[in-house]
């Protein structure tokens, strides 16, 4: 696997049909071998005795990844500007594995309150059985986190846009604030994907992925990335990998390579998508706002102007207090808008969510459920007409209601 700066093969529409191993290196054919494998074989007692020196680049077993696994690493790394990936068997597992990485009993991590629920529930149910202090930062803290640094303080963790409210946060300045203190950066970049925000060029350490959204991009795998910024980052994350046995599956690794190829095509398609959907959404009186950074009227629009250069599909709509019953009119009966957690398939989703209850430092929700929306890649006509019907049945209980 090639490591380090990658020879560049254009810009990122270019680089996604080309990123990875070339055919000439593996016979002519242009999608990557789907090796699957347990057992390598060694041709001498001397290369099997000397087989874990290969562990960070070359296929020693097949836990720690085959040709497959390594071309898509070679792929996302270039994506993503980096020094090496260590593709896993999920977003998760990527997410549970670089916050074990650096620390131990005793330590200090810090963590942005706006994070996807699950790694909140990996803090709460299994890093704090290991003795793990996990502090929880206003996602508006920019470089005032170094007022929160300790000696004992092993990763400043970020994710931004935050699930489900998409606070954007100023991740130039913290990544700056703690690399002066020697604190290594992750970040989930899953929103944005590495199209839309390089965080290590921002100075970020390692960006993690569900592989699982936009990059598969047809909702039939799982899988996760975790990208490190220098050799020794990259060690250690392939040592946490390897230690808690954690296996990206090899057909799930091609279905992801080949996913990446359209990436741009379908990013393209879901951002224009997204705002088409949301400047009609602007029109309905029930709209009191939309959490969307590319979007003017949101609050994190002068950070993602500055440091993104595009949109995903998925944002959020908060109404004027869907009641229960409201909430279940308008979901239950779409016909194109499907319910369903995960995102970033070619199909498009809305669910429910109700974010505040969580959160250390609520941020205004208002009451009722909020819309969360995945703009698919379907004719964006066909869509209003679903959502239009949605809030017709909003609006006759309503009426019904006297309200
Ligand atoms: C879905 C998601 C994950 C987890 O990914 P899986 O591959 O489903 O485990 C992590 N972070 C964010 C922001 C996500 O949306």
Same mark, same amino acid.
């Given at each position: 696997?090639?490591? =380090?700066?990658?020879?560049?093969?254009?810009?990122?529409?270019?680089?996604?049909?080309?990123?990875?191993?070339?055919?000439?290196?593996?016979?002519? /054919?242009?999608?990557?071998?789907?090796?699957?494998?347990?057992?390598?074989?060694?041709?001498?007692?001397?290369?099997?005795?000397?087989?874990?020196?290969?562990?960070?680049?070359?296929?020693?077993?097949?836990?720690?990844?085959?040709?497959?696994?390594?071309?898509?690493?070679?792929?996302?790394?270039?994506?993503?500007?980096?020094?090496?990936?260590? #593709?896993?068997?999920?977003?998760?597992?990527?997410?549970?594995?670089?916050?074990?990485?650096?620390?131990?009993?005793?330590?200090?991590?810090?963590?942005?309150?706006?994070?996807?629920?699950?790694?909140?529930?990996?803090?709460?149910?299994?890093?704090?059985?290991?003795?793990?202090?996990?502090?929880?930062?206003?996602?508006?803290?920019?470089?005032?986190?170094?007022?929160?640094?300790?000696?004992?303080?092993?990763? /400043?963790?970020?994710?931004?846009?935050?699930?489900?409210?998409?606070?954007?946060?100023?991740?130039?300045?913290?990544?700056?604030?703690?690399?002066?203190?020697?604190?290594?950066?992750?970040?989930?970049?899953?929103?944005?994907?590495?199209?839309?925000?390089?965080?290590?060029?921002?100075?970020?350490?390692?960006?993690?992925?569900?592989?699982?959204?936009?990059?598969?991009?047809?909702?039939?795998?799982?899988?996760?990335?975790?990208?490190?910024?220098?050799?020794?980052?990259?060690?250690?994350?392939?040592?946490?990998?390897?230690?808690?046995?954690?296996?990206?599956?090899?057909?799930?690794?091609?279905? /992801?390579?080949?996913?990446?190829?359209?990436?741009?095509?379908?990013?393209?398609?879901?951002?224009?998508?997204?705002?088409?959907?949301?400047?009609?959404?602007?029109?309905?009186?029930?709209? /009191?706002?939309?959490?969307?950074?590319?979007?003017?009227?949101?609050?994190?629009?002068?950070?993602?102007?500055?440091?993104?250069?595009?949109?995903?599909?998925?944002?959020?709509?908060?109404?004027?207090?869907?009641?229960?019953?409201?909430?279940?009119?308008?979901?239950?009966?779409?016909?194109?808008?499907?319910?369903?957690?995960?995102?970033?398939?070619?199909?498009?989703?809305?669910?429910?969510?109700?974010?505040?209850?969580?959160?250390?430092?609520?941020? =205004?929700?208002?009451?009722?459920?909020?819309?969360? #929306?995945?703009?698919?890649?379907?004719?964006?006509?066909?869509?209003?007409?679903?959502?239009?019907?949605?809030?017709?049945?909003?609006?006759?209980?309503?009426?019904?209601? =006297?309200?």
């Amino acid at each position: 696997m090639k490591k =380090g700066p990658q020879a560049s093969t254009g810009r990122d529409p270019t680089l996604v049909v080309h990123a990875g191993p070339a055919p000439r290196d593996q016979a002519g /054919v242009i999608n990557p071998p789907v090796d699957r494998a347990s057992t390598i074989v060694y041709d001498s007692v001397e290369a099997y005795m000397d087989r874990h020196k290969g562990l960070y680049d070359t296929v020693i077993y097949g836990l720690y990844g085959t040709r497959t696994t390594f071309a898509l690493a070679e792929a996302v790394s270039a994506l993503e500007r980096g020094y090496a990936t260590v #593709i896993t068997s999920s977003g998760t597992s990527a997410i549970a594995l670089t916050l074990t990485a650096f620390a131990s009993a005793g330590d200090h991590l810090l963590v942005v309150d706006c994070v996807y629920g699950p790694t909140r529930n990996f803090l709460a149910d299994v890093a704090s059985r290991f003795g793990v202090e996990v502090e929880y930062y206003p996602p508006d803290i920019g470089g005032e986190i170094a007022r929160l640094f300790r000696p004992n303080t092993r990763l /400043v963790y970020m994710e931004t846009p935050g699930s489900q409210t998409f606070d954007m946060i100023d991740v130039p300045s913290i990544a700056a604030a703690a690399r002066a203190r020697g604190i290594p950066t992750a970040i989930d970049n899953t929103w944005a994907t590495p199209l839309f925000f390089k965080p290590l060029d921002h100075g970020v350490d390692i960006s993690i992925a569900s592989a699982t959204k936009y990059l598969s991009g047809h909702s039939d795998c799982l899988l996760g990335t975790m990208t490190a910024a220098s050799e020794p980052v990259y060690r250690q994350l392939k040592d946490a990998a390897a230690r808690w046995g954690n296996c990206a599956s090899p057909d799930n690794c091609y279905l /992801v390579h080949r996913g990446i190829r359209t990436l741009a095509a379908r990013l393209d398609r879901h951002q224009r998508n997204a705002a088409r959907l949301i400047d009609w959404f602007v029109e309905q009186p029930e709209v /009191v706002a939309i959490r969307y950074p590319a979007h003017p009227a949101d609050p994190g629009n002068a950070i993602w102007k500055r440091d993104f250069t595009g949109a995903s599909g998925l944002f959020g709509v908060q109404l004027d207090g869907l009641t229960p019953a409201e909430t279940s009119a308008f979901f239950n009966s779409m016909s194109l808008f499907q319910l369903g957690s995960s995102w970033g398939g070619f199909e498009s989703l809305a669910v429910p969510a109700w974010p505040a209850p969580v959160r250390a430092f609520p941020n =205004g929700e208002a009451d009722g459920a909020l819309i969360r #929306i995945h703009a698919g890649l379907e004719e964006p006509e066909d869509l209003i007409a679903d959502l239009a019907a949605a809030f017709g049945r909003v609006r006759a209980l309503r009426r019904e209601g =006297g309200r």
